[in-house]
């Protein structure tokens, strides 16, 4: 069953930081950069998030501004600075990611402006990174009792990938994206063997009882799981820079297609030429729209 959204505007709450890459300073952070996704898309949205009392917080808020964000759920916390995180990448484009804490963005506390944003929203997006502090945490169940179209983007960076608290989100979560050691993990918390993938996607739907599953496999494209139906799709190969925030241009473009009224392999395939998009340029986020993407697509097929 493929879940109905009630209207077109995204509600997105989680980590927005800087990337530290290759001697160079990037917004990044999975909810900042599918904000983003979701504005290129013509998508209403409202990103929920803090920066510090500091000057990298307000060059973030200036650079969420110039590219025509909504900030007005950002918030400056009193007293913890903003996110920068260090991004290394070896010689065979894996990613390791030095995340420090406390940031900002581990002190997001509920207030009526973040109410009246998930009373009007038709989806919201959240990922398990931010949840890693309690205060945060707690807002982001708080939105999750309103009947909203529930969105996870599963980011399980050690040390802050633990089953008990991970695990309630996934319950209460209608689509699920997750990259293959991901899934790994997570059937290894059950004990969990499976001879074939469509098998192990069918377990965690029916566990978690979410509607959709999202497998984004980078290099081998993607799959989709719903219904008892295994989709997958090639990808697109191109010439890779890197694969920051590749996961989740896959998935703003696989939400913001479902929104338009796309079916699943079409929103898929878009999920997908908009995660190569991503990967052939530096960074997590790239000046782009949807002719962009229809041309990236086109001129991919053709070759």
Known sequence: ????????????????????????SMPGGALLNMAYHFHNNNLP??????VGPDTRGIELLGYMKKTGLNTDAIYFDDSLSTSEVDVNIDRFK???????????WD?????????????TAGAIVYGSLASRNKVTRETINVLLNFDIVKIMNVNLRPP????????PLLMKADIVKLNENE??????????????QKDQLKWFLEYYKCEIICLFK?????????????????????ETTDRVGTGAAFLAGFISSLIAHKTIYQSLDVACATAALIASSEGSISDYNLQDINSFNANILNK
């Open 94 to 104: 894996n990613i390791r990611y030095n995340i420090g804490e406390p940031v900002a």
């Open 218 to 238: 980078e290099k081998n494209g993607a799959s989709v799981f719903y219904d008892g139906i295994l989709l997958t799709h090639p990808g697109y190969k191109i």
């Open 1 to 24: 069953m493929i879940p109905k959204f009630t209207n077109n505007k995204v509600l997105c709450i989680g980590e927005i930081l800087w990337d530290n890459l290759s001697g160079r």
């Open 45 to 50: 949205v409202t990103l929920v998030s803090k």
């Open 183 to 196: 899934l790994d993990k997570i059937l290894g918390w059950h004990n969990k063997v499976f001879s074939n």
């Open 160 to 167: 802050y990938d633990k089953k008990e608290i991970v695990e």
């Open 107 to 119: 002190n997001l506390k509920i207030n009526m402006k973040i109410v009246d944003c998930a009373g």
